[in-house]
């Protein structure tokens, strides 16, 4: 059974940096695609970013709003993922979920949340002055 635990969450104010990493457990980390999905009170989850299995060269896929700010990396020996977040604004706050999918399946929609088997239990991100 794949498990995921995310940690490094917190308050932070605007224009701050944090970074938050994933443990995987269960099985080989590089078996699957994985990425960081985010959800606000009263918003549906979104996908933040996503980095494939070397079966996919690692590609890396980033929101439209994050690019540039946010970078997502894994250490396959650690069976460790992070996600570091920079210039943070009031809009990314919410629970950031860890996430493991299918590498087939998220290269034909990535960051799409209907490709992930198995989901952390979140980290709170709270970006306020």
């Known amino acids: 059974q794949v498990q995921l635990v995310e940690s490094g969450g917190g308050l932070v104010q605007p224009g701050g940096s944090l970074r938050l990493s994933c443990a995987l457990s269960g099985h080989n980390l590089d078996a699957y695609a994985i990425g960081w999905f985010r959800q606000a009170p009263g918003s549906d989850r979104e996908g933040v970013a996503e980095i494939q299995s070397a079966r996919f060269n690692e590609i890396t896929y980033y929101a439209e709003s994050v690019k540039g700010r946010f970078t997502i990396s894994k250490d396959n020996a650690k069976a460790m993922v992070y996600l570091q977040m920079n210039d943070l604004r009031p809009e990314d706050t919410g629970t950031y979920y860890c996430?493991?999918?299918?590498?087939?399946?998220?290269?034909?929609?990535?960051?799409?949340?209907?490709?992930?088997?198995?989901w952390g239990q979140g980290t709170r991100v709270n970006v306020s002055s």
């Open positions: 996430a493991a999918g299918d590498p087939v399946w998220i290269e034909a929609r990535p960051l799409h949340p209907n490709g992930v088997d198995y």
